[in-house]
């Protein structure tokens, strides 16, 4: 019996340090991964808020860039139009007096006036729809490509929408200088119930005492600098999860950045849920 108590004691002590030690490793080792374990989760959320930081940085980086232009480009808009239609005033006025010098010693009034609204009858700007005209000071239009059954009528007692008399207005601009900016408001062709901004700029045609200037709504030319943001906004990389837009909550329009074929959306065409999509 003492023997086999013995044997017993010999196996604890032969057997337990060892237990002891494979036991006490387990559970540093588990403690270890445990620790591991939240060390990595930690890192990860360290890491996912940090590139989640930097992507908002970034995102708001672009957004700023892209409103700054926006703003830039929307507060010079005025000031593009007018250098528009001036450069293209100056371009008719410099081709009548070119066939006037060259032709006013050897071709009658007449002839010379006919040479000139034949230059200029066809000519166009600002996608089309920029025009050249020519009155005399005494109110009779010489040149209306747009209409030209009107072409010798008096428009001394034409009035705009607002009730300015338009002609008038512009010879009493052009009285003691030689070319001046002009504003007045008109309905647009197709939009006879509305009535919008135009911009317009005469010079004085000296040989034959004439106008000869253009107008643009102000609206269109507008329209056609949002086409440019577009083109701007085109320059961001982008794919079907990253893009810009921009809302017009008066005009219940989405102007979109060009992605797959997708670009400007009336809210009310937004219909599919590929479409809708796009919000979220």
């Known amino acids: 019996m003492i023997y086999k108590n ?35 989760k930690k890192q990860k959320i360290s890491i996912q808020s940090e590139y989640i930081k930097k992507k908002e940085e970034s995102v708001q980086a672009e957004v700023e860039n892209l409103y700054n232009f926006i703003i830039q480009t929307q507060g ?110 008109y309905p647009k062709p197709n939009e006879l119930d509305s009535s919008y901004k135009k911009i317009g700029f005469n010079i004085h045609f000296k040989p034959y005492d004439w106008f000869i200037g253009t107008g643009e709504y102000f609206v269109d030319f507008e329209n056609s600098v949002k086409e440019q943001i577009t083109e701007y906004m085109s320059n961001f990389k982008t794919d079907v999860n990253n893009y810009f837009f921009i809302l017009d909550y008066n005009n219940k329009e989405a102007l979109f950045q060009k992605i797959n074929g997708f670009s400007n959306k009336s809210f009310r065409d937004l219909t599919s849920k590929e479409d809708k999509d796009l919000f979220n």
């Open 6 to 40: 013995e044997k017993q004691l010999i196996n604890i002590i032969k057997f337990t340090p060892p237990l002891f030690i494979i036991s006490i490793s387990i559970i540093i080792t588990f403690l270890l991964y445990i620790e591991k374990q939240i060390d990595l």
């Open 76 to 185: 010079k808009i005025e000031d593009k139009l007018k250098k528009s239609i001036k450069e293209r005033v100056y371009e008719a006025n410099n081709i009548a007096l070119r066939i006037y010098n060259e032709n006013k010693d050897t071709k009658t009034k007449d002839e010379i006036i006919k040479m000139i609204k034949d230059a200029l009858v066809d000519v166009r700007f600002n996608d089309g729809r920029g025009y050249i005209f020519i009155y005399t000071f005494d109110y009779e239009c010489i040149l209306l490509p747009i209409n030209r059954k009107n072409e010798g009528a008096s428009v001394k007692d034409f009035q705009d929408s607002n009730g300015m008399y338009l002609g008038r207005e512009i010879v009493n601009s052009l009285k003691d200088k030689d070319e001046a900016f002009l504003t007045w408001y």
